[in-house]
């Protein structure tokens, strides 16, 4: 039998998919991150299921347990508190294992902060990077922000609402234009998606809220771009807003100011 990997609802607890609720009813046991969190949706739907926890302190131990189970054919659903398993959540260490044994593994599908919070920023671009969650240390963030220096495409991330003020002031001093969406409590009663510069939500969020919070920043544009590239980027775009390909835009524009072709195509992403 194998490991059925189930995608949970992030917030609203009807966002989620009749076959996985056939799967968690018909499971011998479903191994969640917080026994409590997931009696709530089962509750909801009138699910009646043994159920353990597989937090990330005990996942190890929970792994070796369940092991034999699973390789002796018991029907095994693993959930997280919401969302899919194994993305920032417990579980990635029983689906290796799994496959480790020859046991299968069946991914569920269903609903995903990430590409939520994607589409809501207004931000959505044909690639997009998710990192997990934001670096805790001061350090860490002004790394990231390093690396995103350049970045061609938007970048997802989860942040803990406390860290959030921090978080927005740090990437306002690195990049005080960069366009950022601060996503909060996605498909939930209070939900909101706030849009701005990182300059603008760092003072609108200038104390912590409340609520599970998804960040979305946008990939450099012609604004950002150093004083040489900036308006051969714009140049670019405009370009494209005449009805040119991105890539012939950028290769006129580059031949024209000696600008790098490549890095003017990423940049006006």
């Not at 997280?80 to 799994?98: E, F, K, M, V």
């Not at 306002?172 to 300059?199: D, I, N």
Request: proline residues 7%; glycine residues 8%.
């Amino acid at each position: 039998m194998p490991l059925h990997v189930c995608a949970t609802p992030i917030g609203n607890l009807e966002d989620v998919t009749l076959r996985v609720l056939r799967e968690l009813a018909e499971a011998d046991l479903v191994l969640c991150e917080d026994t409590r969190r997931t009696r709530i949706l089962l509750d909801r739907h009138g699910i009646q299921a043994q159920v353990a926890s597989i937090d990330r302190r005990h996942e190890a131990r929970r792994t070796a347990e369940v092991m034999p189970r699973l390789v002796e054919g018991a029907r095994v659903a693993l959930v997280s508190d919401a969302g899919l398993p194994g993305i920032s959540d417990p579980g990635s260490r029983l689906i290796a294992a799994a496959l480790e044994r020859g046991v299968p593994v069946v991914v569920l599908p269903g609903p995903s902060a990430v590409e939520t919070a994607l589409v809501a920023s207004g931000l959505v671009a044909d690639r997009y990077a998710f990192i997990g969650f934001i670096p805790r240390t001061s350090a860490g963030r002004e790394r990231l922000w390093d690396e995103l220096r350049a970045a061609a495409w938007p970048t997802v991330a989860f942040e803990s609402p406390r860290r959030l003020p921090e978080t927005l002031r740090s990437l306002a001093g690195a990049a005080p234009q960069r366009s950022v969406a601060v996503c909060r409590e996605l498909t939930k009663r209070f939900e909101e998606v706030v849009r701005g510069t990182a300059s603008e939500l760092a003072g609108r969020f200038a104390e912590p809220p409340r609520g599970e919070i998804t960040l979305v920043v946008a990939p450099v544009s012609g604004r950002e771009a150093g004083a040489e590239d900036g308006p051969a980027v714009d140049a670019v775009e405009e370009l494209v807003s005449a009805g040119a390909s991105r890539r012939t835009a950028a290769r006129v524009v580059a031949r024209l100011t000696g600008a790098s072709p490549n890095r003017l195509y990423r940049s006006s992403l």
